[in-house]
C-alpha cells in the first residue's frame, strides 16, 4: 500500500498567527518520514507536469502552474517558509530603515547560469524591468516602489510611495526571481524560451508540450547543493495518464492531482502519497469592464446560481473546501461573515438577472481547459447555471493559450474556469487580481476604494489590523461579485520511494530543493 503523508486541515491559533496556518508531515508510522535520511547526490527526478508553461521568464509568464518550472532555474530575493508562507531571507536579508524605506543586501558570490555576477547592478535591473517594463505582468506587485537606488556592490535600496509591508513576500514570487540582464539584453523576448538564472539547476532544453530538461548548477551559491543533478518535466495534461506514468516507473513524481486518482495511487505498490489543504481555488474570473458582466446584478446572478457544496461533491470527490472567497477557511485573514453571501438560490439568480434586463436568462462565453477534470468541472458549473437560465458557450485548449486569450490578448471571454494558486500574502491575491491595470484583472479597471483598501493592507505588521483591513477587502470583492469562487483543491501527489526529502508546502506548488534520489 502507498505510504501517506498528510497534513491536517485544521489549525492551530499559534500556526494563523504565524502568517497563513501552519501544516505539519507525518508518515505511515507517525514521524518525519525524511528526517533521519541522510540526502545523496546523483540522478535525474523525472517529473509528470500538468501544463506546458506559459513562458519560462518570470516577467512575462501568466499562469500560476509555471512556479513549480520557474523555482528550479531562479532563485528569488526573499523565501518562504513550507509550512507557513512566513517570508525568509533568500538571495538577499531585507531591513526596513523607516516604513517607506526599503533596503536588500545580497549575498556575495552569486553568479547567474551565464557566469555572470547577481550584484547590486543586476538587482535593479529586475526590479526595474519587473515594474516598468511593458512586457510585465507583474507590475501590480510593485506598485509601492517609487525607485530602486545602487547603495553598494550588493545592496539595493528601495524608496517607497507609501509603507509596504508586503514587499517581503512579494519579492518571493515572481517579483523576486531574478533573471540575467546580459540574458536579457542579448536576446529579448526571447529569453521566454531560452532562460538564464541563478538557482540550482539550469535550462537545457524546451520541447513545447512535451519536455523540459534542466541540469545542475555547478556553481551554485548554496554549498552541497543542489542534490540532483538534473530534473527532467514531461508535461501530460491527462493526470491520470501522468500518474500511469508514476505508477509504471517511467516518471518519479506525479503532482496536483485529483482527488478522484487517489484510489488509483492507494491499489499501488511502492509509492507515497502527500495530500493536504492548499490556497489553491478553483473559481470562474470575470471581465467585468464590459456588458453582461459590467453589471454587478449579473455577476451577483452567477454567484447565487452555483451550487458550491454540489460542485465539490461531484468534481473533487468530497475532498475540497467550498469556497466563498479567495482564502479557505484555515486562513488567518478569513473572514466568516463573507461566507454567507451567495446560498445556493436559483430563484434568486434569475431575480436578478430579470432585473438586470434579461428576462429570458442570458448566454456567456467562456474559457476552460482540455483535461478531463477541467471539462468535468465545466460540465457540472453548465448544469447549475443553467437552471439559473445562464447559458455557457465554452472554449477550451490548453491553460497557457485559454488564460493568454482571456488576460493578455484578445480578452475573447466574458468568464474564464480556472484556479487561484495563491500568493505568500494575501495581499498579493487581492492585488494581482482586483487592482487597477492587474494581469489577472481582465478589465484592468478598479474602484479607488478597492485600491485604497489593497493599499492599506500593506501599511501595517499587525496581523490583526491587517485581518480587519483584509475583511473589508473581501467584503467589497464578493458584494460586488468581481469573481465567483467555487472550490479549493487539497494538495495530491504521488512519488515513487526512491524519492527522498520532498516536503510539500501551503501553496501546493512543489519544490525540488531537498529532494535527492535513494
Keep these: 500500500m502507498a505510504e501517506s503523508i498528510r497534513m491536517p486541515g485544521t489549525l492551530s491559533r499559534r500556526d494563523l ?4 496556518g501552519g501544516v505539519a508531515l507525518t508518515s505511515a ?7 533521519q535520511e541522510v540526502a ?3 540522478g535525474v527526478l523525472r517529473l509528470a507536469a500538468p501544463a506546458n508553461p506559459s513562458s519560462l521568464d518570470p516577467t512575462t509568464g501568466g499562469a500560476g502552474s509555471d ?5 528550479t532555474m531562479y532563485d528569488t530575493l526573499v523565501e518562504w517558509d513550507y509550512a507557513t508562507l512566513k517570508p525568509k531571507p533568500g538571495l538577499a536579508k531585507w531591513s526596513y530603515l523607516d516604513p517607506k524605506t526599503m533596503v536588500l543586501d545580497i549575498s556575495k558570490d552569486i553568479k547567474f547560469h551565464d557566469g555572470t555576477p547577481l550584484d547590486a547592478e543586476a538587482v535593479k535591473f529586475n526590479l526595474d524591468r519587473n515594474r516598468t517594463d511593458q512586457r510585465s505582468n507583474i507590475k501590480a506587485d510593485l506598485t509601492s ?16 510611495k507609501n509603507p509596504d509591508t508586503a514587499l517581503p513576500a512579494i519579492l518571493s514570487d515572481r517579483a523576486g526571481m531574478m533573471v540575467s540582464p546580459t540574458n536579457i539584453k542579448a536576446l529579448g523576448n526571447d529569453t521566454n524560451r531560452k532562460p538564464v538564472g541563478a538557482g540550482p539547476w539550469k535550462f537545457v532544453s524546451w520541447a513545447d508540450n512535451q519536455s523540459i530538461v534542466l541540469t545542475r548548477n555547478e556553481t551554485y551559491w548554496r554549498p552541497g547543493r543542489p542534490y540532483l543533478d538534473g530534473i527532467e518535466f514531461s508535461i501530460i495534461p491527462e493526470l491520470a ?13 506525479a503532482f496536483s492531482l485529483p482527488a478522484r486518482l487517489k484510489t488509483v495511487i492507494d491499489r499501488a505498490k511502492n509509492l507515497q502519497t502527500v495530500t493536504g489543504p492548499t490556497l489553491y481555488c478553483i473559481q470562474l474570473y470575470f471581465n467585468y469592464g464590459r456588458a453582461p458582466l459590467n453589471n454587478v446584478k449579473v455577476r451577483q446572478a452567477v454567484n447565487f446560481a452555483i451550487d458550491r457544496n454540489a460542485f465539490v461533491k461531484a468534481t473533487l470527490n468530497g475532498l475540497g473546501e467550498p469556497a466563498t472567497m479567495t482564502l479557505p477557511s484555515t486562513h488567518w485573514a478569513y473572514d466568516k461573515s463573507v461566507s454567507t453571501l451567495y446560498p445556493h438560490n436559483p430563484d434568486k439568480a434569475r431575480k436578478l438577472l430579470a432585473e438586470a434586463g434579461f428576462k429570458d436568462g442570458l448566454d456567456l462565453t467562456i474559457g476552460g481547459y482540455t483535461d478531463q477534470d477541467s471539462v468535468r468541472r465545466s460540465e457540472v458549473l453548465q448544469a447549475q447555471l443553467n437552471q439559473a437560465g445562464i447559458r455557457l458557450k465554452f472554449t477550451r485548449g490548453t491553460i497557457a493559450e485559454i488564460s493568454a ?4 490578448t484578445e480578452k475573447k471571454f466574458d468568464v474564464l474556469l480556472s484556479a487561484w494558486t495563491g500568493r505568500p500574502d494575501p495581499s498579493m491575491t487581492y492585488a494581482l487580481g482586483f487592482d487597477k491595470g492587474a494581469y489577472y484583472n481582465a478589465s484592468r479597471e478598479a474602484d479607488p476604494e478597492l485600491v485604497k483598501l489593497i493599499q492599506l ?10 485581518a480587519a483591513v483584509f475583511a473589508k477587502i473581501q467584503r467589497f470583492v464578493m458584494e460586488n461579485a468581481l469573481s465567483a469562487p467555487l472550490a479549493f483543491q487539497y494538495e495530491l501527489d504521488a512519488l515513487a520511494t526512491k524519492v527522498k526529502g520532498y516536503k510539500p508546502n501551503l501553496l501546493g506548488k512543489p519544490k525540488y530543493e531537498n529532494i535527492s534520489l535513494g
Aim: charged share 25%; proline share 2%.
Design 67 to 71: 512556479h513549480t518550472i520557474l523555482w
Design 29 to 35: 508510522t507517525g514521524m518525519s518520514a525524511f528526517a
Design 145 to 160: 516602489v517609487e525607485s530602486v537606488e545602487i547603495t553598494g556592490p550588493l545592496q539595493v535600496t528601495l524608496r517607497l
Design 457 to 466: 493592507s500593506r501599511e501595517s505588521e499587525d496581523l490583526e489590523e491587517r
Design 17 to 20: 498567527l504565524a502568517l497563513a
Design 40 to 42: 545523496k547526490k546523483g
Design 405 to 408: 486569450q482571456f488576460f493578455a
Design 241 to 253: 495518464t501522468g500518474l500511469r506514468s508514476v505508477v509504471a516507473g517511467e516518471n518519479d513524481m
